[in-house]
């Protein structure tokens, strides 16, 4: 189980690569890899805020939940902060179980959880100004089928 | 003694982003009420608090928790990871 939080970027393909050697007798590796969004066209870049006192215990956290739900082998999350561009990684999960169904299912679980329980903030930077990106209902609803 | 934290637009509100108060309040709820009298800008950023989040010692809580011995409380809008 590993957390780790940085401004600076990172490679999904090596960390997927490295992350595998640390796996052995696995049958399933799932990963997912979030990528800043540029909706229209229109946002030169994103800030992301985090309450570094709180960030890597409330990950951990949903980390061992998951681990212990889904009989977890290994796990990984990196998240960034700081100033980053349209196109640029902003998080990885990867999970590792026997079967598929459940690093699948732990996976989702982690976005969900990170969404919205991992103290992040993102402010989007566009030529008419800045704006803290709203948190949306349907994310705290994504909670509820856990 | 107590340390006050605040991220994203709650901190642009209240200007700064760690404050250390010297405070009376039982609950985050007093120590809201407390803030919104003190100045304008406190009661700008705490008028709507179903838009707002609070961590007590970097746990997310509630706005009825109690105070005793706790040395950080933090507030900031609805997390917005992943």
Known sequence: MSVRVQSDPFD?????SQFSQLVTGA??????????RDE???????LIEHYPAMTGPAIEAIETQAVSRWDLQASLVIHRYGTLAPGDHIMMVATVSRHRANAFSAAEFLMDYLKSRAPFWKKEFTADGASWVAAKDKDEDALKRW | MIDVVYFAWVRERIGVPKETLDTT???VAQLIEELKAREERY????????????????EL???DAP???VREVAF????TGG
């Not at chain 2, 900031?76 to 997390?79: A, D, I, S, V």
């Open chain 1, 12 to 16: 999904p393909g090596q960390e997927l």
């Open chain 1, 27 to 36: 049958g399933a590796i799932v990963t997912f890899t979030g990528v800043v």
């Open chain 1, 40 to 46: 229209d066209g229109s946002l030169d870049h994103m």
């Open chain 2, 25 to 27: 309040a039982q609950t």
């Open chain 2, 43 to 58: 009661a700008l950023a705490f008028a709507d608090i179903s838009a707002l989040r609070v961590a007590v010692d970097q």
């Open chain 2, 61 to 63: 809580s509630t706005f």
């Open chain 2, 67 to 69: 105070l005793a011995g």
């Open chain 2, 76 to 79: 900031f809008p609805p997390m």
